[in-house]
Nanobody
Framework: QEQLVESGGGSVQAGGSLRLSCAAS????????MGWFRQAPGKGREGVAS???????IYADSVKGRFTIYKDNVKNTLYLQMSSLQPHDTATYYC?????????????????????????????????WGQGTLVTIAS
């Protein structure tokens, strides 16, 4: 199984910013859907943002206008720029990716409504997962 390695987590004050990175060690995810998911203490995992190889992006309603997802295909790295962070953003953040399509076509990311009622990326198709990086926002 391919390894995805997240970095960039840490502790910041409310209103601050962080950038998370997700590096793929060997597998090339050029045609895959890649995304960020998070899990707060005592809560279920929720989708944050996803991007496919055509550049189509899905953001969770709760992060729109504050978070930006982007990829560097040369570096085979996924990023999540987070701004205006709030205590409710505190969570372990995971990077995930689908496998490549057999045909070589772009794999679309899927969105849906989560348990909280908000719309965002769903993780049903994700095959590979990172170990997670902790983000803590102090009020």
């Amino acid at each position: 199984q391919e390894q995805l390695v997240e970095s960039g987590g840490g502790s910041v004050q409310a209103g601050g910013s962080l950038r998370l990175s997700c590096a793929a060690s060997t597998y090339n995810y050029m045609t895959s859907c890649m995304g960020w998911f998070r899990q707060a203490p005592g809560k279920g995992r929720e989708g944050v943002a996803s991007i496919d190889s055509t550049g189509r992006i899905i953001y969770a309603d709760s992060v729109k206008g504050r978070f930006t997802i982007y990829k560097d295909n040369v570096k085979n790295t996924l990023y999540l720029q987070m701004s205006s962070l709030q205590p409710h953003d505190t969570a372990t953040y995971y990077c995930a990716a689908t496998g490549a399509s057999v045909s070589g076509a772009s794999v679309s990311c899927r969105g849906g409504f989560g348990p909280s009622g908000g719309y965002g990326p769903i993780d049903d198709d994700m095959r590979d997962w990172g170990q997670g990086t902790l983000v803590t926002i102090a009020s």
